[in-house]
């Protein structure tokens, strides 16, 4: 087997890494971006290892938001505020279509499991570091050798895994120990995350409260869907007339018909068309004749033969004609 991984359609660094993490009781990944769309491309390999921890060290953050490549650039920002941005960029790679799945709704369960048992730790670095370091602490069984890391391109990303052009080399026969002390000491200075009790929660309950994945009550979906649609329902005030027309024939002014007009009326200024579609019997034929009469322009009706109506105006379309003075 090479030693470099390219992301080739033969060997990836995703099939690589989930074939030491069944080898390995320890991770210690040291990348730019953390991104979960990454992560979980690990899900399964991590799912099969009950004791395996994973500890990551962020070097920029979570997003490649315009701001953190600023932070890398001057390299000034404080505790408070890399947490903060932290928190924030978490929230807007959630908030994507990419991670509103049934698939990661179940893997985000296992995650934060990861992250409450604190097997899965997360830090930001001192200050900035944009290296990529995957070093594995492997099983007492794997035969002559005890460790290995690989370096090179790749984030911790769905693309830098698998789908990228990427360059990184695996290296088990010298420097390993240099590699591990030097992530142990960027470890020790990193900015504490998720081992705070605090951060976690908050970080917690951003995942769970403010992004996709937060639980909804039947009712509280149902209240959600009537606001939005109650705010996108717009109307036009219809004339009395429209309304007199309409007793004058005996018809009794519903105020769903009302509102239909209303809506309808407004549909036809912003698109110059509106189709109206309902179960039999609750008045189409009604709406649309009030929605011509309130238009005030001269239109065409085109119906079956057998709709059209008596010459005495008494049934049908030229009913509806007669009454609604079209």
Known sequence: MSNFISNSANQTLKSRLKTL??????????????????????????????????????????????????????????????????????KKSFNTDDFDTKEFYEQVRFFIKLLLEDRLIIRKTEHPNHAKLYIFKLEEDQVGRNALFITGSSNLTKAGLSTQGEFNVEISDYGVEDANNYFDELWRRAIIITEKHALKEKLIRVIEEETH?????????????????????????????????????????????????????????????????????LGKSIIASMLAHDLHSRGAIICPPGLIGDKSKTTGWRKYTEEFGL
Do not use: C, H
Not at 69 to 79: D, F, K, S, V
């Open 21 to 90: 993490i069944a080898k390995s009781e320890e991770l210690k990944f040291l990348v730019g971006f953390f991104y979960f769309s990454g992560i979980r491309e690990l899900y399964e390999s991590l799912k099969e290892k009950e004791n395996l921890s994973l500890k990551v060290l962020v070097g920029l953050n979570v997003d490649k938001a315009i701001w953190g490549l600023a932070e890398y650039r001057t390299g000034t920002y404080q505790n408070e505020e890399e947490v903060f941005a932290f928190f924030e960029s978490i």
């Open 213 to 281: 994945l937060k639980q909804l009550t039947p009712f509280e979906a149902f209240a959600l869907v009537l606001k939005t649609y109650l705010e996108a329902a717009r109307r036009k005030d219809i004339s009395q007339s429209a309304i007199e027309k309409m007793k004058q024939a005996g018809y009794t002014p519903y105020s769903y018909q009302i509102d239909a007009v209303g809506q309808a009326k407004a549909i036809v200024e912003e698109y110059n068309g509106v189709i109206i579609a309902d179960v039999v019997g």
